[in-house]
């Protein structure tokens, strides 16, 4: 049985302690965040808050001009919330 988790990180109230927790519960379960272990990997992704959701209408109130660099939202990269989210 092929197993595949998608996971978020830096989102908000996520803390650095929190991420590395999660990870190493993943390494315990026998993830490994390749395809060298088809049968049990994961992805991990940089949370987006991507336009018409409510992340983004929290963080456009809170007035934080970074929303129109779209450049920060590729999930696969660091995101717009790496820098921001201890401000929402």
Do not use: V, W
Not at 29 to 39: D, E, I, T
Not at 72 to 78: A, C, E, V
């Amino acid at each position: 049985l092929m197993i595949h988790l998608t996971m978020m990180k830096d989102m908000p109230g996520q803390t650095d302690e929190i991420h590395e927790e999660d990870l190493k519960i993943l390494e315990e379960l026998g993830f490994k965040p390749h395809p060298k272990n088809m049968y049990r990997n994961y992805q991990l992704a940089s949370c987006a808050p991507f336009p018409g959701t409510e992340l983004y209408n929290i963080i456009k109130e809170k007035g934080i001009e970074s929303l129109s660099q779209y450049n920060l939202y590729d999930g696969s990269k660091t995101t717009i919330m790496k820098d921001i989210k201890d401000k929402i």
